[in-house]
């Protein structure tokens, strides 16, 4: 098995720092770079690694991994090979086929660069997102060219697994047809619903539920970095585009002319709404669940509402914290107009009872 035990990784947003974090946890040494020198700061601060000196390496790291917007990828690639600064290269641009081409066009050598795309991230970009966990049990796309030594598709193999994540070998025009499919067209989607909410007034707005917010938690993302994937990826996003509009415009001609007959209908769905729906439930349930089996962290919610004061929060963290339960995760949702909020906490499944009861002794209410 090839042995990682230093790395160098460039780009030190949300998807470099967590690779970093997931490398340093398993004892590798990282060297990390930014361009920008407060995102190079903060993922230091973070535990991501030392900076990445100037100079020429004394020898070599086991692997660089180039984790910056697809179009910076082909130039990164060839300057860490031209400065020698790792035996293996590889990156986590979410787009392939056009970078391989750049690569090859930018002169880089391809028997050391093999690609590859992690299939985990989140709508907030930078290393104030990023997580040592972010990739635990997630898929990871690993599309080397004809041209790779094998010794180095081993190297990206394992810092793969040492990310807790599952190899998926995949020719990089796949690839792209795939993730069209599953993530960048999804993306566009969900823009689409969110940029509706522009036209709602507050009082619309305050009845949104967990559902809207499901639907558009991905419309976050950096409209600049999607601008790049997508257009990266421009035809077969459009091609899976166009086939969901076609959907879309079946489903509104069909409502339109049931608004138009009156009185909702007691009668079945027309085919182009009933059919869209059945075959949305088909869709969703063949979306497979994580992998990685026990590595994969399953926490359990435990959900509290608290009032919209100051030190609200810190009061529940030390409570939670004088239990003897450590919180892995929390994420607050807000009551629109009211008082107060909802702090989901993520904890050990076996330590959920127990918190709850503590808290409930306190005087919260937990849910
Ligand atoms: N955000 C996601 O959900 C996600 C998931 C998987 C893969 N990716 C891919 O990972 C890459 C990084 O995305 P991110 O979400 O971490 O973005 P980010 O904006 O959080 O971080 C990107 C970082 O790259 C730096 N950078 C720019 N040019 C560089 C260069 N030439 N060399 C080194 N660093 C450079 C930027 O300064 C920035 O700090 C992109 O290619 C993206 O397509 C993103
Ligand atoms: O936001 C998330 O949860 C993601 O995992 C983001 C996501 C995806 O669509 O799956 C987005 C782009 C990437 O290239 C990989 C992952």
């Not at 790395?7 to 974090?21: D, H, K, P």
């Not at 796309?141 to 990310?163: F, H, M, N, Q, Y």
């Not at 892995?328 to 008082?339: A, N």
Request: charged content about 20%.
């Amino acid at each position: 098995m090839a042995r990682i035990e230093r790395a160098v990784v460039m780009g030190a947003g949300l998807v470099g720092t967590s690779i970093a974090l997931a490398l340093r946890e398993n004892g590798t040494r990282v060297a990390i770079s930014d361009p920008d020198p407060a995102a190079l700061r903060l993922s230091c601060e973070l535990g991501a690694g030392e900076p990445l000196g100037e100079d020429a390496p004394a020898r070599p790291a086991d692997i660089a991994v180039v984790a910056a917007p697809p179009s910076a990828v082909p130039a990164a690639v060839r300057s860490a090979q031209d400065r020698g600064l790792a035996h293996v290269y590889t990156d986590a641009a979410s787009v392939k086929d056009g970078v391989v081409a750049a690569a090859e066009r930018a002169g880089c050598d391809m028997a050391t660069f093999v690609p590859g795309h992690p299939m985990a991230g989140g709508e907030r970009s930078g290393p104030s997102a990023a997580r040592a966990d972010l990739f635990l049990g997630r898929s990871w796309a690993l599309c080397p060219t004809g041209k790779a030594d094998s010794g180095a598709v081993a190297a990206v193999r394992e810092v793969i697994r040492l990310c807790g994540a599952r190899p998926v070998p995949i020719d990089a025009a796949a690839h792209d047809r795939a993730v069209a499919l599953v993530s960048h067209a999804p993306h566009v989607a969900a823009a689409a619903v969110a940029a509706r909410l522009l036209e709602g007034d507050d009082t619309a707005l305050s009845l949104a539920g967990q559902g809207v917010r499901d639907v558009t938690r991905i419309a976050a993302g950096d409209p600049r970095l999607w601008w790049e994937i997508l257009s990266h990826n421009a035809g077969p996003v459009a091609d899976v585009l166009e086939a969901v509009s076609a959907d879309l415009s079946a489903s509104a001609a069909a409502l339109r002319g049931a608004a138009a007959e009156g009185a909702a209908s007691t009668g079945p769905a027309p085919e182009a709404v009933g059919g869209l729906l059945e075959r949305g439930v088909r869709g969703r349930g063949r979306v497979p669940g994580k992998h990685g089996g026990g590595r994969t962290p399953e926490y359990a919610v435990v959900p509290v509402l608290v009032p919209d004061e100051p030190d609200a929060l810190g009061r529940l963290f030390r409570t939670a914290g004088e239990s003897g339960v450590n919180i892995e995760d929390v994420r607050l949702d807000h009551s629109y107009g009211l008082p107060m909020g909802v702090a989901q906490l993520s904890v050990a499944p076996d330590a959920a009872e127990r918190l709850a009861s503590v808290l409930r002794e306190r005087g919260y209410s937990v849910h």
